[in-house]
């Protein structure tokens, strides 16, 4: 399906399941159709699973918009609290429609919980209160924390309808009442080599062979022979902490510090600071190794964008970065913000870098490299290993230092799960394909008019400006 068909299928107002491999333009076209509902005076809520994503796309956490919080069961005295909070019960009375980013990070009973509360607060007992909502993600890449056993033994009857059977969102008795429309995009954006392209997705489809190995074998370096400049991968946090802040001590410069800002309600600040992919308090020299943090197309960058701090400016003290293709860019604070009913809620201000020589797995997802040297040998997860290769976008800028087994497994079940999707996104696109286009027009027109929007003559344009933002 191609991004145009999506957004075609998006605009009946129907529940979608927005999905593809990692480059094939999720965020980009999520985001078209976030500035058209913008443009059309529709209300839409933009949230993620984390903090990290929710910060990419500039929305919150779902935990933190239904009000769910950390809670893992939802009885009616909780449900109660959270309907009577007016800050949680004004957004989502307020929302038309609800976008949920990496979503397979998000386990099926916290979605189902987030039904739950979209319900009671609409007071209508459609799916989701009535709300179009679109779910988007891949369930290859990053699955749901799973609590232990012990956790799971605490946890007494809720009231949800149902128990949840399974794990991933998908599974979820709230997933299946909204019955979202397959978009399963299959264009691609940030891998460019064809060799690579097929290690990947021989991955996916579980037909990973000696043949493959031997290509990702012939990319293996020793600890010693590191490519200059090139950002290190590690699956734990400890290993990236010590390599970065072990690098910038060996540098002897003067240290230049920046510490970011926040303005509005302290708990939504403190988790946006906590997901921004840039740290609270940076230090930065002249030499260091940075990586953008945050999209700005004016300015040449994107997040992911890889530079070298050459100089401080005399004036602002803002970093100068050399970027990898040999741009000089002064780097200027910029925003992160929460939006609700078109005003900013909160908003936390620092320089858009984070030091570059290591960055974890987890981090780096939604991001494109030209080149990364990788530590798999602690992959602790499914997807964990499938993530760190598909952020590269060619196999001559992958550098291994060391593989497990697991780095090229993917969940079984997902296996499963993504032939039924593939083909669930085949039958939309004939269904879709048959309508004329004067009624897909009429529908389109329908749903903005049925959520309080107004069709507008002129809208901001759909077109691909730079195939680097895609995801």
């Known amino acids: ?79 109660d609290k959270i309907a009577s909070n007016e800050y949680v019960s004004k957004r989502i009375r307020r929302a038309k429609v609800l976008i949920i980013d990496e979503i397979s990070m998000l386990s099926a009973q916290t979605l189902s919980m987030v039904e739950a509360v979209c319900r009671e607060i609409k007071q209508n007992h459609e799916p989701f209160g009535g709300l179009q909502i679109i779910f988007v993600g891949d369930f290859f890449q990053l699955p749901p924390i799973i609590r232990s056993n012990i956790e799971e033994k605490k946890i007494q009857a809720t009231l949800l309808e ?10 979820s008795s709230a997933w299946k009442k909204a019955k979202p429309i397959i978009c399963y995009l299959t264009e691609q954006y940030r891998q460019d080599d064809i060799d690579f392209s097929a290690i990947l997705s021989a991955i996916r489809k579980n037909t990973f062979n000696k043949e493959h190995l031997q290509k990702i074998e012939k990319r293996k370096i020793k600890k010693d022979n590191f490519p200059k400049n090139a950002p290190k991968l590690f699956s734990h946090n400890v290993n990236v902490d010590y390599v970065n802040n072990q690098t910038l001590l060996k540098i002897e410069k003067e240290t230049e510090i920046f510490t970011m800002t926040g303005d509005g309600p302290d708990a939504l600040v403190a988790t946006m600071k906590k997901g921004c992919l840039s740290p609270e308090v940076l230090y930065l020299k002249i030499g260091a190794e940075v990586m953008f943090t945050k999209n700005n197309q004016k300015e040449g960058f994107v997040n992911g964008t890889l530079g070298t701090v ?24 910029m925003e992160w913000s929460v939006e609700e009913n078109g005003r900013i809620r909160a908003k936390i201000t620092q320089v858009p870098l984070r030091l570059a020589w290591a960055i974890t797995v987890h981090k780096s997802q939604g991001m494109s490299m030209d080149s990364a040297v990788m530590d798999l040998s602690e992959v602790f997860e499914y997807g964990q290993g499938y993530v760190a290769l598909s952020r590269v976008r060619r196999l001559s800028g992958l550098h291994i230092i060391n593989l497990n087994e697991k780095a090229f497994k993917v969940h079984p079940e997902i296996l499963v799960k993504d032939k039924i999707f593939k083909e ?47 995801k």
């Open 162 to 171: 149902e128990k949840e059977e399974g794990v991933f969102s998908c599974d």
């Open 1 to 79: 399906m191609t991004q145009k068909d999506a957004l075609d299928i998006l605009k009946t107002g129907v529940n979608v399941f927005l999905t593809g491999e990692p480059g094939s333009g999720k965020t980009y076209t999520i985001n078209q159709y976030i500035n058209y509902l913008r443009d059309s005076g529709v209300e839409v809520a933009i949230t993620a699973s984390t903090g990290i994503a929710a910060t990419h796309i500039g929305g919150m956490t779902i935990h933190s918009w239904s009000g769910i919080g950390i809670k893992n069961k939802l009885d009616k005295y909780d449900l």
């Open 424 to 470: 669930e996104s085949k039958e939309a696109i004939k269904i879709f394909s048959k309508l004329p286009v004067e009624k897909l027009k009429k529908m389109h027109s329908n749903f903005i008019k049925a959520t309080g929007g107004e069709i507008k003559k002129k809208v901001r344009s759909l077109r691909r400006k730079n195939k680097s933002f895609s």
């Open 310 to 333: 050459i100089d401080f400016s005399r004036s602002s003290k803002n970093p100068i970065i050399e970027t990898k293709n040999g741009r000089t860019i002064e780097v200027e604070p």
